[in-house]
């Protein structure tokens, strides 16, 4: 079995339940094209799951995508996406070679998990970073109804937590 050595990623300010998170536009990729969207955009339709991963490609983007596609996620009342720092092209391959119904904004820049105070230095890559594993689940407000973060790596979502949320509604 792989073995990995545990990291304290230590505490993250990232918005909590109650607050508005900023809006951003950045291409928006599903299985078929992209374009740019924003969040206000696909709040303006109800309640938006953003999924915050490591690079496409990664163990944990993998398990994570993988699970929510196998959990059912795109079934809720509530559009999932997520959000990394992998290219439009990056991203096409991926829900491409994974069969995910999910569409993924592309920030190669980290700029937007910067914004949710959830962006992560990678070890000796001096100027790279990537999103911490998180997950906030927003109203068409874009008020935070539940949010989770990742103090360690590796670590997993709290999947059952946030479906109890998705499911209260």
Do not use: C, K
Request: net charge negative.
């Amino acid at each position: 079995m792989m073995e990995f050595d545990v990291v304290d990623l230590g505490p993250a300010d990232h918005p909590e339940p109650g607050d508005e998170v900023p809006d951003f536009t950045r291409p928006l990729v599903t299985d078929e094209f992209w374009e740019d969207r924003s969040l206000s955009e696909l709040t303006a339709d109800g309640r938006v799951v953003l999924v915050f991963t490591p690079m496409d490609g990664t163990f944990l983007a993998q398990y994570t995508w993988d699970e929510l596609r196998d959990r059912g996620w795109d079934e809720y009342d509530a559009t999932v996406v997520g959000v990394t720092i992998s290219t439009p092209y990056v991203h096409s391959r991926f829900i491409d070679d994974r069969d995910l119904p999910f569409a993924l904004f592309a920030d190669p820049t980290n700029e937007v998990a910067d914004a949710y105070g959830i962006a992560h230095d990678l070890d000796d890559m001096t100027g790279v970073s990537e999103p911490r594993l998180a997950i906030f689940v927003v109203d068409e407000d874009r008020v935070v109804e539940d949010a989770w973060v990742t103090t360690e790596w590796p670590e997993f979502l709290a999947y059952d937590e946030i479906e109890a949320t998705l499911e209260s509604a």
